[in-house]
């Protein structure tokens, strides 16, 4: 028996008829098997069974794996192998180790591809670096671009980047994530970009327009096996893009790929275009620190009882083998955080000194304790055990690492997110079970094994220990595969093919695809290409003749095209061959939204909406159907929809969209949340929203719907200021509540404008209005916010002719003669009165995520027919803009247009004009063309 497993099944699922998927790993002898048994027995039913035979007949199993490069015994170079003082003095060493003194020559002295294979702590970055170095030295104007898959990545190396290349070498440095997204001017001026794989694909998908997309000299890839991931696709796009655009400009453009050790490094290696020099896969044993890995089995189908049987083990491997070094245990929830760290503590009262971990005084100790906010947190640092996990306080987070660092916690608890983001080098690492609880799928899974093995990787200080330690305690049944995996390297899939048509409809609206024969020739670039023709079973190919490759790839690419169609995200031209990409392909591609998405606000997008149909549209887009709902949490939702204004669905408490829904609700009603989790959540749902909102606008104004888009860029103001529409938006200033609303009523005022209007210069008005409910202090802070406010004053211009923006009635309008089906230009100057202050152009939304600059949606529609007949977003304005909006009126008579010049941020400050218009009917005028 190679593999047993208990599953459930749920009656929704029965009800729903959803199928099961089950994974997992069995080994396979040479010669094949004739057929292994695949049975699934019911625990209550007798005779209640099905049986499946698998036969291995088409199997084609992959080649085996060429043979890891050897490290050889070589002299460490100098630093001053440089030979460039100011490089040098960037490093605290004096010697390379092993591995970089084996790459040096590759990496400084040529221009190839490099891909490295390398265990985790063995001095990565530094290749890097060199490889940087060589672009700063030859072609000092060029860029370098370091991908890195996790934000927390970006931030580690920005912190350490910004102080050694900025300061030291005077190279700019930028970040670009979902978090800081800096403007076209700071990237053009900057040598080094940081940032993850989504944005830069996001960035380079138009590399014919931009520039500095061109100006790149070096791409380095971080942790490049994760290509068998979830976001793997991107990666490999953007590797297939880069291929892509060096065949195109005449500049190389190097790729240096860093990753653990790999099985398959050769059709990597292929794939990123590098012969023998410059493929460099060490063992997974050449660890500058070595490594004593114990994996012990611990029975038990339910997971919660597992864990806690594995607790005591945990504790005795700390006294065993790190009594007095640093230990570092990994779990898979934030909820075991906190039982791992409790359990802990009540081993250690058993002992004589329970405080054996704690490295420092207890007064000391006491005095952070008091500014920590966790209560759980508070309890285990007293004893010397830390928690760290996403959902802390960015202060405890920071409190924590530092105590950790200097040795005067022995024991952190923390979730795996820390593997990745943080290089916390310790003497243990204990993994504590293997499996997470996955929301979507509703039970626990595995976790990837690049996971464990960065965890592992963890262990071992090179400047301190001569080995480290790692115990992984994992379920008993998996205890084998864990062994044979830990130690010999895993092979890289791709998992392109989920997610082809996305990238696909990229691809498109670039240009770069613009017939089914170029769609083809694009899959040829990708490394799922190279991984289809090793190893075909796992792609679900059976014939691998060339025929059948041919067919199996145009029935790939045909089935992407297809869904593209049917999304609207694309057109085949009348020949039948060319594809022409649509204006919700664009939309789709610009604002980086799942095709399904577009399909999707097409469907339910109409010309009338609610706020409440607009919510409904914006959260069951495909970018929120990956918000976790975790254990229980349908239990805390519906508790949730009791206090929101508007009405979920009762039976899909544990659906992500209705998460999404109820978030966002809380959001706006300033509701305090049931936990911690759900502010992370909160964020995840408010780094999407605005995207697909802008994306919804667009949608709108393109298919003319007036009322639509003005009710989507209302919600736009929600999300931001955090307030309903219907909440009056004097709610938006600081300390101010509904309560406090009668303050402004004997003065008469009821809006934003009216206040500002009211108060003007004077500090003294404001206060006197808002003595009786607040202290001096938050008076002081509603006055400077009432002078961030941007007052606008609006000129407007017809084909030349001023228009006078004043309440205008039929009698006295003057109206602007035009011609009917003519175009006519409508110039709109808006200059600031109020001056900059230091704030400059941010906006003040304090329960907003991000710093967000002011900006506005300008909008020219007929409210009689509910008609939209041109839209424009404009940027912040510092001093005075001005831009003009194309109309052509087609029906003949006497017209009002109105200008609606809506702030995308602040809620009451928007404003409307009527634009008087006298068309006439057009002279019929023939044409000669000469183009026939």
């Known amino acids: 028996m190679y593999h047993n497993e208990y599953f459930l099944l749920t009656k929704k699922q029965v009800v729903t008829n959803e199928a099961q998927e089950l994974c997992f790993t069995i080994p396979i002898f040479e010669p094949l098997p004739n057929q292994y048994y695949v049975r699934a027995i019911s625990d209550r039913w007798i005779g209640s ?8 007949k088409h199997l084609i199993l992959p080649e085996r794996h060429p043979p890891h490069t050897d490290l050889l015994d070589l002299q460490p170079l100098p630093v001053s192998a440089l030979q460039e003082p100011r490089f040098e003095n960037l490093f605290s060493f004096s010697h390379f180790n092993p591995i970089q003194t084996q790459l040096f020559h590759a990496l400084y002295h040529t221009d190839k591809n490099v891909l490295l294979g390398a265990p985790t702590g063995s001095g990565k970055t530094i290749v890097a670096e060199l490889a940087m170095f060589r672009v700063f030295k030859q072609r000092p104007k060029a860029k370098v671009v370091y991908i890195a898959p996790m934000k927390a990545l970006v931030r580690e190396r920005m912190g350490d980047w910004k102080k050694r290349l900025e300061i030291k070498l005077d190279k700019k440095v930028v970040e670009l994530t979902g978090d800081v997204t800096p403007d076209a001017r700071a990237i053009a001026g900057a040598s080094v970009i940081v940032t993850t794989p989504e944005k830069w694909d996001g960035v380079s998908r138009s590399w014919q327009t931009r520039n500095f997309v061109q100006d790149v000299a070096l791409i380095v890839i971080d942790e490049i096996h994760l290509l068998g991931e979830d976001r793997g696709p991107v990666l490999e796009v953007i590797v297939s893009r880069t291929n892509f655009i060096s065949s195109h400009t005449e500049q190389g453009l190097r790729v240096v790929g860093l990753s653990t050790a790999l099985a398959n490094a050769r059709d990597l290696a292929d794939w990123l275009g590098i012969d023998h020099m410059g493929l460099y896969n060490f063992r997974p044993s050449v660890r500058p620190v070595p490594l004593e890995c114990h994996i012990s089995g611990y029975p038990g189908k339910h997971y919660c009882p597992r864990m806690a049987t594995m607790n005591k083990p945990a504790f005795q491997g700390i006294k065993q083998h790190s009594p007095t070094k640093p230990s570092l245990i990994f779990v898979s929830s934030r909820r075991q955080t906190r039982l791992t760290a409790i359990d802990m503590i009540a081993f250690l009262a058993g002992e004589d000194n329970p405080k054996q971990w704690l490295h420092m005084d207890d007064e000391e100790m006491d005095r952070i304790i008091s500014t920590i906010k966790d209560q759980n947190l508070k309890l285990t640092l007293a004893f010397g055990i830390g928690i760290h996990h996403a959902g802390l306080v960015e202060r405890d987070r920071k409190t924590v690492e530092e105590l950790y660092v200097n040795m005067k916690i022995q024991v952190l608890v923390a979730t795996a997110t820390l593997a990745w983001g943080v290089n916390f080098p310790t003497h243990l690492v204990i993994v504590k079970g293997t499996e997470f609880y996955d929301g979507k799928l509703k039970r626990y899974v595995d976790m990837p094994i690049t996971d464990v093995l960065q965890m592992i990787g963890r262990a071992g200080r090179p400047q301190y220990d001569h080995q480290g330690v790692a115990m992984v305690l994992v379920h008993d049944v998996k205890k ?3 062994k044979k995996f830990l130690y010999e390297p895993f092979p890289v899939e ?16 670039a240009g770069t695809i613009q017939s089914r024969q170029d769609a083809l020739d694009y899959m040829t670039w990708t490394f799922f290409f190279r991984r289809l023709v090793q190893n075909p079973s796992y792609y679900g190919m059976e014939d691998t003749e060339a025929d059948g490759l041919n067919s199996f790839l145009s029935g790939v690419v045909g089935k992407a095209l297809d869904q593209l169609e049917m999304s609207y995200c694309l057109e085949t031209g009348e020949d039948g061959r060319s594809l022409l990409s649509t204006v919700e392909g664009r939309i789709a591609s610009y604002y980086y939204l799942a095709h399904t998405t577009l399909q999707h606000m097409r469907d339910t997008l109409v010309e009338e909406m609610t706020t409440e149909n607009v919510l409904q549209a914006l959260v069951d ?19 949730l929809a009791k206090q ?3 009405k979920v669905n009762v039976y899909t408490m544990d659906s992500p969209h209705t ?16 936990c911690s989790d759900y502010l992370t959540d ?22 003319g719907w007036l009322a639509s888009t003005l009710r989507v860029v209302t919600m736009l103001q929600m999300l931001v200021q955090a307030r309903w529409d219907t909440d009056s938006s004097l709610l938006t200033l600081p300390h101010l509540q509904h309560h406090m609303l009668y303050l402004f009523s004997p003065a008469g005022i009821t809006n934003l404008p009216q206040l500002v209007h009211k108060v003007g210069e004077k500090y003294e008005t404001l206060a006197k209005i808002l003595r009786p409910e607040l202290e001096e202090q938050e008076v002081e802070d509603v006055w400077a916010v009432v002078k961030r406010l941007p007052i606008m004053t609006v000129r407007v211009e017809m084909d030349g002719q001023k228009v006078e923006l004043g309440r205008q009635r039929e009698g006295q309008a003057r109206w602007i003669t035009v011609t009917a089906g003519a175009e006519v230009t409508i110039s709109i100057t808006m200059r600031r009165v109020n001056r900059l202050g230091k704030e400059g152009v941010k906006v003040h939304a304090p329960k907003y995520q991000k710093p967000k600059d002011e900006g ?5 529609g007929n409210p009689d027919t509910r008609e939209l007949a041109a839209l424009k977003r404009v940027g912040a304005v510092r001093g005075s803009t001005t831009f003009s909006l194309v109309v052509s009126p087609m029906e003949v008579g006497r017209m009002f247009y109105t200008l609606y010049i809506m702030s995308d941020s602040y809620q009451g400050l928007d404003q409307q004009y009527q634009l008087p218009l006298q068309v006439e009917e057009g002279v019929e005028e023939v044409y000669y063309s000469d183009e026939e």
């Open 49 to 56: 069974e099905s049986t499946c035979a698998i036969s291995f």
């Open 856 to 860: 506005w949606v300008v909008v020219v």
């Open 621 to 639: 887009a495909t970018e929120f159907s990956q918000l976790p709902v975790r254990h229980n949490e349908d239990n805390i939702n519906t508790e």
């Open 494 to 509: 791709s998992s392109l093919l989920d997610v082809l048509a996305d990238h696909m409809n990229a691809e498109l609206v």
């Open 480 to 482: 084998g595969f864990y």
């Open 644 to 646: 929101c204004p508007m």
């Open 682 to 703: 909160t964020k995840s749902v408010m780094d999407q929203a605005p995207r697909v909102m802008q994306a919804m606008i667009d949608v709108c104004a393109e298919s």
């Open 659 to 674: 998460k999404a829904s109820l978030l966002l609700q809380s959001h706006f009603s300033r509701l305090t949340l049931p």
